[in-house]
């Protein structure tokens, strides 16, 4: 049994990770009315502005991705709005997003139900998925796995990445369909192999619980890396989880985060990666929790607030994640925004200690020898 799926199956994939995907990179594809190749931008906008749905479509993942002019999410929808009132049905799709995510527009489920529905019923993949995964979350639509599973396996089986992932997570959960590890893990390697992160991560889930498969740290780290590269948050933390249970190397993480441990950070220099280490500890990854804590402690991307720093480190530790009980000693010997509390930190230190943490262990011997613990 998977682990673990439960809000990630009530996850969809944002327009962007969609598009960076190349399933829509419609701007970068001749238009029936241009042969032999490529448009320019020029020739793009003159097909949009003569009428040609196509071109209309594509000016809008343009302004969506903002090549080569700024991004513009209203002028995007206005060039969708135009592609979708001449029936061109992948248009449809896009306005779903739009509605969902509220770019340029108001966020409406309703309305995007109705898009998606719309494109879905046509066979569009984006549409398939997207009305499946409104079933999945109850947006919009009264939440109804079985629905949602029967759209996203349409769009799956055409070879959308995030349609099967999504698949696969409802085959683990046993949501909407026979619980199943081998179809969940069939429909996610499908996905990985495309270059989809967050299936990517999810096999390096797989592969690091042992779930359905033999328990493999390198074939984790393997997924976990390819991931990260890609600026997946969650499996640069998961790489560090491997390396601090002594599941891979430190020059394996150092030739993905470019860092050695233990002066190992998850980036979180830009805002996607802060929006993703919250959202993973909101969500109950405790590696990500203890990441957020951290940045609470230091003011990294976050006003400094000590008691949220403790917050969501002791939510981690009381997982068992060691590095968070250790990063908990620390704060109860150092009295960092509480009271210095020398028994507390011992039983933190040994809860990690316990778990082969060689840090915890040091800093235990350490309260034992200037007399601050009792063995």
């Known amino acids: 049994m998977f682990v673990n799926t439960s809000h990630r199956i009530r996850e969809i994939a944002p327009l962007l990770a969609i598009v960076a995907l190349g399933i829509v990179t419609a701007a970068m594809v001749a238009t029936p009315t241009m042969a032999g190749g490529q448009p320019s931008l020029a020739q793009l906008i003159d097909a949009a502005e003569a009428g040609n749905a196509q071109a209309q479509w594509s000016l809008g ?60 019923e046509e066979a569009d993949p984006l549409g398939q ?45 046993g949501e909407g369909v026979l619980q199943d590890d081998a179809e969940a893990l069939h429909w996610i390697q499908l996905a990985a192999e495309q270059g989809y992160p967050p299936a990517q991560l999810e096999l390096g889930y797989i592969y690091a619980e042992g779930s359905g498969v033999p328990r493999d740290d390198a074939e984790a780290a393997r997924w976990y890396r390819l991931a990260a590269v890609q600026g997946e948050a969650e499996a640069q933390m998961a790489l560090r989880d491997l390396y601090m249970r002594g599941g891979i190397g430190p020059e394996e993480v150092q030739d993905v985060l470019g860092v050695l441990p233990p ?113």
Do not use: C, K
Request: glycine residues 10%; aromatic residues 12%; negative net charge.
């Open 61 to 120: 993942v343009v302004h969506t991705v903002g090549h080569e002019v700024p991004r513009n999410d209203a002028e995007a929808v206005r060039w969708y709005g135009r592609a979708a009132a001449q029936d061109f049905v992948p248009a449809w799709s896009m306005l779903g997003f739009a509605y969902f995510e509220g770019r340029g527009v108001d966020r409406d489920d309703a309305e995007a139900v109705q898009w998606f529905r719309r494109a879905a």
């Open 263 to 375: 002066t190992l950070d998850v980036l979180v220099d830009d805002a996607a990666a802060r929006v993703r280490v919250r959202h993973s500890a909101e969500n109950g990854y405790a590696p990500a929790q203890l990441q957020l804590g951290l940045m609470y402690a230091t003011g990294d991307g976050v006003e400094q607030n000590d008691a949220e720093a403790l917050r969501w480190t002791r939510l981690a530790a009381q997982q068992g994640y060691a590095p968070a009980q250790l990063e908990l000693g620390y704060i109860y010997a150092e009295g960092s925004g509480v009271p210095r509390d020398d028994a507390e930190a011992a039983r933190w230190y040994r809860l990690a200690a316990a778990q082969g943490d060689a840090e915890a262990e040091y800093a235990l011997s350490q309260m034992y020898s200037t007399g601050r613990a009792l063995r």
């Open 129 to 173: 998925y997207g009305l499946g995964s409104m079933y999945a979350e109850g947006s919009g639509v009264s939440q109804d796995f079985v629905a949602a599973a029967r759209w996203v396996r349409l769009a799956a089986a055409q070879g959308l990445p995030p349609a099967q992932h999504q698949l696969g997570l409802l085959y683990a959960a």
